[in-house]
């Protein structure tokens, strides 16, 4: 069988302590304004088994480390149907959530534009930031894109997955507390629930219209940069180079 061929290839709890002292390695070599983000993935580079599968292994690693190494959260790393937003909420409550690695997937590790495949999950996600402190003032937490635009444009692809960041955080912060902290002390499940949708019900791109226009940006991204004409600039200044890749 596979599984025992694996098991006889190398030892599980040997790979963790060699993992463990390579990691302590180089923690200790961390600068006072650097840190250590370590991600999880429950299928790379392997099936049966991986080093750090899931968040628990994770940070099993960087409590042993120290306060320096957090967890990154890749929200396509997760087995369908995974209850992320419990990840995120117990990562915040544990203070060790470093940063977060957006992207939308439907399968595996899609690398589709954040928001794109479902934009509720999004809006969830965002809600237990809001209410664990991870978007305070000082947050530990990086808000990081990692996706793979095979079809569509990067450079507006990667606006698009800002402006959908931007509106389910502008539906999170909507949520009213309050109301729901009521509904969920009264176990009044319908209550509760409208209350969330009521939040991800609103259209919130008036807000954030008004939100960029007064810090002195457009207010339309995805048209100001189709009428910046930066697009066909850069593919005409790049003519005759060499072409970015995987590096193969
Ligand atoms: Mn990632």
Not at 31 to 40: A, I, K, T
Not at 47 to 65: E, I, N, Q, R
Not at 100 to 125: E, H, K, M
Not at 195 to 214: F, I, K, Q
């Amino acid at each position: 069988m596979l599984t025992t061929s694996i098991c006889r290839q190398d030892n599980i709890s040997d790979r963790q302590d060699r993992l463990a002292e390579s990691l302590a390695k180089v923690y200790t070599r961390l600068g006072d304004n650097q840190r250590m983000l370590l991600e999880y993935k429950f299928f790379e580079p392997a099936f049966y088994h991986t080093d750090v599968p899931d968040w628990g292994t994770s940070l099993l690693h960087c409590m042993a480390l120290g306060p320096k190494a957090m967890v990154v959260v890749d929200t396509g790393h997760h087995a369908p149907g995974t209850n992320i937003e419990f990840i995120v909420a117990g990562l915040l409550r544990a203070k060790r959530l470093g940063a977060f690695d957006f992207n939308s997937r439907f399968y595996a590790d899609d690398d589709l534009i954040v928001g794109a495949a479902d934009p509720f999950q999004l809006f969830r996600i965002m809600h237990e930031v809001n209410i664990n402190g991870g978007f305070d003032v000082g947050t530990p937490v990086s808000y990081v894109l990692d996706q793979c635009h095979n079809i569509e444009a990067k450079i507006p692809g990667q606006i698009r997955s800002i402006m959908n960041v931007q509106e389910a955080v502008a539906k999170a912060v909507l949520v009213d507390q309050d109301a729901l902290k009521k509904a969920q002390l009264a176990g009044d499940v319908l209550a509760g629930h409208e209350v969330l949708m009521d939040a991800y019900n609103t259209d919130v791109r008036g807000l954030l219209r008004e939100w960029r226009s007064d810090k002195g940006i457009d207010p339309e991204p995805m048209k100001a940069y189709a009428a910046s004409g930066y697009a066909k600039k850069i593919a005409a200044d790049r003519v005759g180079g060499n072409q970015a890749g995987w590096g193969a």
